[in-house]
C-alpha cells in the first residue's frame, strides 16, 4: 500500500508551516491562524495617543496601590532582553520593583551579570530562589524518560509559582510580566509547549520516573493555586504592551544604560535552555522556535519574512565549538551516557496528554460533582420541608 505524503503548507505572510505545526490553519488568501492571532491581539492594543494615556493611568495606579507598602510591584527577571528592558523602563517611571530571579543550576555567567548590573543601576530588591539541585535534576531526568516535548515545564512553573508565593508573602497584588505581544506573539503552537501552570503533568511524570521525592520544589495544589486567585486578586500587566517596543532598539538602550551583554538567542541566558532549543528540540522534536519567533517580528514589521527565511538558514547553534562545550556539560550535569544519550534521542516522543494532567484532572472533579448533583438536589428538597 503506498502511502499519500501530505503536502506542506506554508502561510504566505509568515515562516509558519504545517510541517511544524500540524494544527496550521491558512485562510481563502493563505494566511495562517497564528498571524491572524497576532492582528487580533494587535488591533486590542491602544495606539497613541491613546496608549501613552494609558501607560501613564496605569503607571499612577501602580503607585497608588503601593502607598504604604514596600513595593509597588514584583517581576522575574532572568537577565535577558524583555525583563532587563521592562526593569530599566519601570526604574525610569520611579517604581519600587521587588525583582525575583530562579537559579535551576544552569545560568550562564552572561545572564548572572546582566542581572548584577540591573541591580547596580536600579538599586532594586532580588529575591532569589535558589531550587535544591539534587532534587530539581531528578525532575529534568523523569521529563526526559517521559519523552515529552516541554522539558522546560518544571522550570517556568518553578519560577510562577515561587514569584506567587513571594508575592503574597509581601502583600503585592501587580506582578509585572515581560510578555509583550510585538516580539513573542499569542500562542505557540499547541504541539510545541504544554500548560506552564500544570502541577499534575509535573507530579504524574515524576511519579512514574523520578527517584527522589518532591520535597522543596515550589508548587501548589490546583486547589490552592485557585483559592490564592480568587482571594488575593492579582493583577498581571504585561506593561510592554503599554509601549512602543522595538526589540533592537531596547537592546541598544539596555546595553547602554545598563552594560547588558547579548547572549545570542532568545532565552539562551540560560545554558540548558540554549541546549534545549538549539539541539533537543529540532533534532528529536523538529521543532525551532525561532520560527514562531520570527513570524511574531514579521507581524509586528521588525524583520521582513526574506529576513526571517535568511536567519533560518543559520544553524541553531552559530559556534560549533559551543555547541561542543555544552553538549559535553549538559551530559555530564544530568548523568547521561553516550549510549544513554542516543538511546533517547532515538527513542519515539510521547505527549504530555499521555499522563496525568491538569483538564484530566478537573475533568474527574466535575464528573463527581456531576454525580453528586442530584444528591444535593435531594438535600436542598428535605431542608426546604
Known amino acids: 500500500m503506498i502511502m499519500e505524503r501530505k503536502e506542506i503548507l506554508s502561510c504566505v505572510r509568515c515562516i509558519m508551516d504545517s510541517g511544524s505545526d500540524p494544527d496550521l490553519v491558512l485562510d481563502d488568501k493563505g494566511v495562517c491562524n497564528h498571524c491572524r492571532n497576532y492582528d487580533?491581539?494587535?488591533a486590542k492594543l491602544p495606539k497613541e495617543p491613546e496608549r501613552q494615556h494609558n501607560f501613564n493611568t496605569l503607571i499612577s495606579q501602580l503607585v497608588r496601590e503601593g502607598k504604604n507598602k514596600q513595593y509597588d510591584a514584583i517581576m522575574g527577571v532572568s537577565g535577558g532582553v524583555d525583563s532587563t528592558y521592562l526593569a530599566y523602563m519601570a526604574y525610569q517611571q520611579g517604581l519600587r520593583i521587588l525583582l525575583v530571579h530562579c537559579d535551576n543550576g544552569w545560568n550562564t555567567e552572561t545572564s548572572v551579570r546582566n542581572i548584577e548590573n540591573i541591580i547596580k543601576k536600579t538599586n532594586y530588591?532580588?529575591?532569589t530562589v535558589v531550587l535544591n539541585w539534587d532534587e530539581f535534576r531528578d525532575i529534568q531526568i523523569s521529563f526526559f524518560k517521559a519523552?515529552?516535548?516541554?522539558?522546560?515545564?518544571p522550570y517556568d512553573y518553578a519560577l510562577m509559582i515561587s514569584m506567587y508565593l513571594i508575592a503574597i508573602k509581601y502583600n503585592i497584588h501587580n506582578i509585572l510580566s515581560g510578555h509583550n505581544l510585538v516580539t513573542e506573539g499569542t500562542y505557540?503552537?499547541?504541539?510545541?509547549?504544554h500548560s506552564k501552570m500544570d502541577i499534575i503533568n509535573i507530579k504524574a511524570i515524576h511519579s512514574k520516573f523520578g527517584k527522589m521525592p518532591m520535597k522543596t520544589f515550589p508548587h501548589l495544589s490546583p486547589w490552592v493555586y485557585s483559592y490564592y486567585e480568587l482571594t488575593k486578586r492579582f493583577h498581571r500587566i504585561a506593561l510592554l504592551n503599554y509601549m512602543e517596543y522595538d526589540k533592537a532598539k531596547a537592546k541598544e538602550i539596555i546595553t547602554e544604560k545598563l552594560n547588558w551583554s547579548d547572549y545570542g538567542g532568545k532565552h539562551y541566558e540560560s545554558v540548558f535552555t540554549r541546549f534545549y532549543q538549539g539541539y533537543i528540540l529540532p533534532q528529536k522534536f523538529h521543532i525551532d522556535k525561532r520560527q514562531f519567533h520570527l513570524s511574531t517580528l514579521i507581524c509586528s514589521g521588525q524583520i521582513s519574512r526574506e529576513q526571517a527565511l535568511q536567519e533560518m538558514n543559520n544553524p541553531t547553534y552559530v559556534d560549533e565549538s559551543l555547541f561542543v562545550e555544552d553538549f559535553e556539560y549538559v551530559k555530564k550535569k544530568l548523568g547521561f551516557?553516550?549510549?544513554?544519550w542516543e538511546s533517547y534521542m532515538?527513542?519515539?516522543?510521547h505527549k504530555h496528554q499521555e499522563y496525568a494532567n491538569i483538564s484530566s484532572y478537573w475533568k474527574k472533579y466535575y464528573k463527581v460533582i456531576g454525580v453528586l448533583k442530584p444528591f444535593e438536589v435531594m438535600l436542598r428538597t428535605l431542608e426546604k420541608k
Open 125 to 127: 530588591d532580588l529575591h
Open 346 to 349: 532515538k527513542e519515539p516522543a
Open 40 to 42: 487580533d491581539g494587535a
Open 188 to 193: 505557540m503552537p499547541k504541539s510545541w509547549v
Open 147 to 153: 519523552g515529552v516535548v516541554d522539558i522546560e515545564l
Open 337 to 340: 551516557t553516550d549510549a544513554s
